[in-house]
């Protein structure tokens, strides 16, 4: 009996509680939490909740279209196309060589009757169509450490703070930028630091579309109905070579921004067909009612604790 008992003790599997109680137990701890049985809001959509929602949606959002379609047709605007009015008559069939030339005036004037009361501040902008500012090889040639260093209109406050304080240094000055063969339209003084060429610093906020504008100046004075301005302005910048366009624009602002009609008739279409689907439940629940389940029935209503039974 005794060498039974001792062949059996080391060779057989000790199971017990102790040497259980030994093992690694990867179980986590149980928790509320963890096991996803915390109270939470569980809705059912009954036909009320949803024919109330959508009518709610439509109530609210339409009174705000309205507002900003209201808003977008009392900003006066101003778009004056010049790329083809400043070419010479001499040279309207090669756009090309008169842009490229050295010769050639580039000065062209231009006169804008103002059709109603502009009210300050008139933003100026030139716009540019078919450009696109956000290709890759232009991005990827713009270089935020050589411009950051160490270290009639107005012009005040057009361009970002942010983009003056931190990516434009203010011990840097653009001597040598515009040496080569391939010049813009504008000229940079290279005795202002680059923090303070404000249009360079707009210009260089990349545009994400192809047609675009930017701010040139404000206008910080009430312009009259019936107001003619004459504009001077130098045509430098080649658009003809892959037929984009240049554009002058003036334009008031509201407190939605500029004139832009697509915001006020987004609320407006989203807050009809919430309506309309309303009134469509509504007829549907009104003809053809259907009975409502028993909400007692739902899994986690039979067993809120989420435990198996």
């Known amino acids: 009996m005794i060498g039974e008992a001792t062949s059996s003790g080391g060779g057989g599997k000790d199971d017990s509680p102790a ?40 109530v609210v959002f339409i009174p705000i279209g309205l507002a900003s379609l209201y808003a977008s047709e009392h900003v006066v605007e101003i778009v004056e196309r010049y790329d083809k009015d400043c070419i010479p008559p001499d040279y309207r069939n090669n756009s090309l060589h008169y842009i490229q030339t050295s010769e050639t005036d580039k000065n062209c004037t231009m006169t804008i009757n ?41 012009k005040k406050n057009i361009a970002w703070k942010s983009d003056q304080e931190h990516k434009f ?68 910048y080649n658009t003809y070579s892959f037929g984009g366009k240049k554009k002058l624009v003036l334009s008031t602002t509201s407190w939605i921004g500029g004139k832009n009609s697509f915001l006020g008739r987004a609320y407006i279409a989203i807050g009809g067909l919430c309506l309309f689907l309303a009134v469509c439940f509504v007829f549907v629940y009104l003809l053809k009612p259907r009975p409502l389940g028993d909400p007692s029935y739902l899994s986690w209503n039979r067993n809120p604790s989420g435990q198996m039974n």
Not at 184 to 197: F, H, T, V
């Open 169 to 236: 240094g203010s011990d840097i000055y653009p001597k040598n930028f515009q040496n080569g063969s391939l010049i813009g339209g504008g000229k940079l003084n290279p005795s202002i630091p680059l923090s303070e060429q404000v249009d360079l610093i707009v210009w260089m906020r990349t545009a994400a579309l192809p047609n675009f504008r930017k701010l040139y100046g404000k206008i910080e004075k009430d312009l009259q109905a019936n107001t003619t301005i004459t504009v001077t302005i130098e045509n430098n």
């Open 19 to 58: 040497a259980v109680s030994g093992k690694k137990n990867k179980k986590p701890n149980y928790s509320r939490f963890t096991q996803q049985e915390l109270p939470a809001c569980k809705p059912i959509l009954t036909p009320g909740w949803v024919i109330t929602s959508f009518i709610v949606v439509g």
């Open 114 to 154: 103002v059709p109603k009361l502009m009210k300050s501040p008139v933003f100026i902008y030139y716009e540019l169509d078919n450009f696109y500012q956000n290709h890759r090889r232009y991005v990827k040639s713009r270089s935020d450490k050589q411009l950051r260093s160490k270290a009639s209109e107005g």
